[in-house]
């Protein structure tokens, strides 16, 4: 766990301190380089090691994780490269000089990082395949640049306003998340997934390379076949990230995918200390009781956490503080509360998060199986998709029956931002075929990684916890996109072929279990609670004093029967409109100096 800052432009030993201070919740112990009296590169660390690396005309910070170290270290031995430490920042910076895009997209790993070559007077920013690792930055005024692991650090510099975006303030409360690269501040974005950015020395941007996008590369395996090679990389992901670790920290849920992780370094490693960590919210949470039931099969140190409604009445400023852009729903407060205890026994958590864009595990993607069995109506069938995803309304008669028949007139419409008539893009589906659904899959994953891990990374980061999921490595990758629809999704059992690779390492009781959505109970106490909170914050005074939205809007959010819940997802539009209010106090008003008991 660390975080990288810098800034190419003129700026004081103290602003550069004060930009650390603020990500100290990373790592408390800071190093500054002056490269020249115009770049500093910085880093705050929990130990001892330098992440600035400086040899010939190169500089470069790095805060990064590489799984296959020992392959990347052959490679540059066999292209005549010799290192002369162990230190990521090198390897890193070799891969850079021998092959650029080519040579980072050799990297499976978890990494952010800056490179100044002093010999063309150019910045470059880059970032792993699936973002795991957050690199933000902001054009400076009168010619430089500013980057670093948070936005927070970067409002720490006086030159740098905070200008809210409203279009991508409106793509919030439509998503839950924002388009890749973006943030809700106009002058702030970050490093694409997979990309290199490079700037001259005033902070002009000269260009940008991609990592080469996933590609469908489907085999005519037997079931069999097909079980064996998803249960072998799926081992090995996970024996590349915790080889070696003394101690393995586990966000366990009720769900088969992270069962399975648990299972598999319970079986790999006996001997080890494994810690197992479960969110929920009473003596009738059907996750708590599965996950207890899965530890005590597996013998490990098993950890509940409870998440009942009062803590939205205390930790909500803490949480977006954290979070900065506000993604995701009640269960980014449970991954806070994870973290927090976590940090007391582990260095990290091993999650199961992206599994379902391999092997459609998704609500959304059983729309996607209905659209092929059903091709007749795949016309409303993607209205509804996009009504779930964007929501976006229908048009069509059958798609505003699916909206009525699945949403019983419950959900009221996401309000509208003032200023702004935005409207998200609506999802462009593949021609029909017999992989319509890995189509999908693998056009969406690498983007949908990216906006997923941002509720994690973010929330684990408050309390020092790295974030780790065998999910996103790269060759299981390629091994989940060689296995055929058929497999996926099969007589509408979703994630058919990971429930038969984890058959015989996940004992029978749990391999059939339902899937449910990771997220605090939204039953009455909650809904009162939301509202308790919202009136706070969402009162008709607040609401048109920022001119975010229309107070009637917020009205009709909170329109609900007495002694009644919200629907799950009215729930969630007020959640997103609250938090919405939260993060502008913390970033417009208070330009991220955070919270007073952050």
Same mark, same amino acid.
Not at 379 to 398: G, M, V
């Given at each position: 766990?660390?975080?990288?800052?810098?800034?190419?432009?003129?700026?004081?030993?103290?602003?550069?301190?004060?930009? $650390?201070?603020?990500?100290?919740?990373?790592?408390?112990?800071?190093?500054? @380089?002056? /490269?020249?009296? %115009?770049? !500093?590169? #910085? &880093?705050?660390?929990?130990?001892?090691?330098?992440?600035?690396?400086?040899?010939?005309?190169?500089?470069?910070?790095?805060?990064?994780?590489?799984?296959?170290?020992?392959?990347?270290?052959?490679?540059?031995?066999?292209?005549?490269?010799?290192?002369?430490?162990?230190?990521?920042?090198?390897?890193?910076?070799?891969?850079?000089?021998?092959?650029?895009?080519?040579?980072?997209?050799?990297?499976? $790993?978890?990494?952010?990082?800056?490179?100044?070559?002093?010999?063309?007077? @150019?910045? /470059?920013?880059? %970032?792993? !395949?699936? #973002? &795991?690792?957050?690199?933000?930055?902001?054009?400076?005024?009168?010619?430089?640049?500013?980057?670093?692991?948070?936005?927070?650090?970067?409002?720490?510099?006086?030159?740098?306003?905070?200008?809210?975006?409203?279009?991508?303030?409106?793509?919030?409360?439509?998503?839950?998340?924002?388009?890749?690269?973006?943030?809700?501040?106009?002058?702030?974005?970050?490093?694409?997934?997979?990309?290199?950015?490079?700037?001259?020395?005033?902070?002009?941007?000269?260009?940008?390379?991609?990592?080469?996008?996933?590609?469908?590369?489907?085999?005519?395996?037997?079931?069999?076949?097909?079980?064996?090679?998803?249960?072998?990389?799926?081992?090995?992901?996970?024996?590349?990230?915790?080889?070696?670790?003394?101690?393995?920290?586990?966000?366990?849920?009720?769900?088969?995918?992270?069962?399975?992780?648990?299972?598999?370094?319970?079986?790999?490693?006996?001997?080890?200390?494994?810690?197992?960590?479960?969110?929920?919210?009473?003596?009738?949470?059907?996750?708590?009781?599965?996950?207890?039931?899965?530890?005590?099969?597996?013998?490990?140190?098993?950890?509940?956490?409870?998440?009942?409604?009062?803590?939205?009445?205390?930790?909500?400023?803490?949480?977006?503080?954290?979070?900065?852009?506000?993604?995701?729903?009640?269960?980014?407060?449970?991954?806070?509360?994870?973290?927090?205890?976590?940090?007391?026994?582990?260095?990290?958590?091993?999650?199961?998060?992206?599994?379902?864009?391999?092997?459609?595990?998704?609500?959304?993607?059983?729309?996607?199986?209905?659209?092929?069995?059903?091709?007749?109506?795949?016309?409303?069938?993607?209205?509804?998709?996009?009504?779930?995803?964007?929501?976006?309304?229908?048009?069509?008669?059958?798609?505003?029956?699916?909206?009525?028949?699945?949403?019983?007139?419950?959900?009221?419409?996401?309000?509208?931002?003032?200023?702004?008539?935005?409207?998200?893009?609506?999802?462009?589906?593949?021609?029909?075929?017999?992989?319509?659904?890995?189509?999908?899959?693998?056009?969406?994953?690498?983007?949908?990684?990216?906006?997923?891990?941002?509720?994690?990374?973010?929330?684990?980061?408050?309390?020092?916890?790295?974030?780790?999921?065998?999910?996103?490595?790269?060759?299981?990758?390629?091994?989940?996109?060689?296995?055929?629809?058929?497999?996926?999704?099969?007589?509408?059992?979703?994630?058919?072929?990971?429930?038969?690779?984890?058959?015989?390492?996940?004992?029978?009781?749990?391999?059939?279990?339902?899937?449910?959505?990771?997220?605090?109970?939204?039953?009455?106490?909650?809904?009162?609670?939301?509202?308790?909170?919202?009136?706070?914050?969402?009162?008709?005074?607040?609401?048109?004093?920022?001119?975010?939205?229309?107070?009637?809007?917020?009205?009709?959010?909170?329109?609900?029967?007495?002694?009644?819940?919200?629907?799950?997802?009215?729930?969630?539009?007020?959640?997103?409109?609250?938090?919405?209010?939260?993060?502008?106090?913390?970033?417009?008003?208070?330009?991220?100096?955070?919270?007073?008991?952050?």
């Amino acid at each position: 766990m660390k975080a990288i800052y810098g800034v190419l432009g003129h700026i004081t030993n103290e602003e550069a301190n004060t930009m $650390g201070v603020r990500l100290a919740h990373r790592g408390k112990i800071q190093t500054i @380089e002056r /490269i020249s009296n %115009r770049l !500093f590169l #910085g &880093c705050m660390n929990l130990d001892t090691h330098n992440n600035v690396f400086i040899k010939n005309r190169y500089a470069i910070v790095a805060d990064a994780t590489l799984y296959n170290r020992r392959e990347l270290q052959e490679f540059l031995s066999s292209s005549g490269y010799q290192l002369n430490t162990d230190s990521n920042e090198e390897l890193i910076l070799a891969l850079y000089q021998l092959n650029e895009i080519d040579g980072i997209g050799k990297i499976n $790993g978890d990494f952010a990082f800056a490179i100044w070559d002093d010999k063309k007077k @150019e910045l /470059i920013l880059g %970032r792993d !395949f699936f #973002g &795991c690792h957050p690199l933000y930055y902001t054009s400076l005024p009168g010619n430089g640049l500013a980057f670093s692991s948070e936005y927070k650090a970067l409002l720490s510099l006086e030159e740098v306003p905070a200008i809210p975006n409203l279009d991508m303030i409106q793509h919030l409360q439509n998503c839950k998340k924002l388009p890749i690269g973006r943030t809700l501040l106009k002058n702030v974005n970050a490093v694409e997934a997979g990309s290199l950015l490079t700037f001259d020395s005033n902070g002009n941007q000269l260009g940008q390379q991609h990592i080469p996008k996933l590609t469908l590369d489907i085999q005519s395996y037997s079931e069999g076949e097909a079980t064996q090679k998803v249960r072998e990389a799926l081992k090995s992901a996970i024996q590349y990230r915790v080889d070696n670790q003394e101690k393995i920290g586990i966000a366990l849920s009720g769900g088969i995918d992270s069962i399975g992780v648990a299972c598999i370094c319970c079986t790999l490693y006996p001997e080890r200390e494994i810690h197992t960590f479960t969110a929920g919210c009473g003596e009738d949470d059907s996750d708590l009781h599965t996950a207890s039931k899965v530890a005590q099969a597996m013998n490990t140190i098993h950890h509940e956490i409870m998440t009942p409604p009062d803590l939205l009445t205390h930790s909500l400023n803490k949480l977006v503080w954290h979070l900065e852009d506000p993604y995701a729903r009640s269960e980014s407060l449970q991954l806070y509360q994870v973290a927090r205890l976590a940090s007391r026994f582990v260095p990290f958590l091993l999650c199961a998060q992206g599994s379902d864009g391999l092997f459609a595990g998704m609500p959304k993607h059983k729309i996607l199986w209905y659209m092929k069995k059903a091709q007749i109506l795949k016309q409303p069938l993607e209205e509804f998709y996009n009504l779930t995803q964007l929501a976006i309304k229908p048009k069509s008669f059958l798609g505003r029956a699916m909206d009525t028949l699945y949403f019983r007139g419950k959900v009221p419409e996401v309000p509208t931002v003032i200023g702004t008539d935005y409207t998200p893009e609506v999802y462009q589906f593949p021609p029909m075929n017999k992989e319509f659904i890995n189509m999908m899959l693998v056009k969406g994953y690498q983007g949908g990684v990216c906006q997923s891990v941002h509720k994690f990374e973010s929330s684990f980061a408050a309390w020092g916890v790295d974030y780790v999921s065998p999910f996103y490595d790269r060759n299981l990758i390629q091994t989940a996109y060689r296995i055929p629809d058929s497999l996926k999704i099969k007589d509408g059992k979703q994630k058919y072929i990971l429930r038969r690779a984890l058959r015989s390492i996940v004992p029978d009781e749990f391999l059939n279990v339902p899937k449910l959505p990771q997220r605090m109970k939204y039953n009455l106490d909650f809904s009162n609670t939301l509202d308790e909170v919202s009136d706070k914050y969402l009162s008709r005074d607040k609401v048109e004093k920022r001119g975010f939205f229309d107070f009637s809007d917020i009205q009709r959010l909170k329109k609900r029967k007495p002694g009644t819940p919200y629907s799950d997802e009215g729930a969630m539009r007020i959640w997103t409109a609250l938090l919405t209010e939260i993060w502008a106090i913390e970033f417009l008003d208070k330009k991220g100096s955070g919270p007073e008991s952050s």
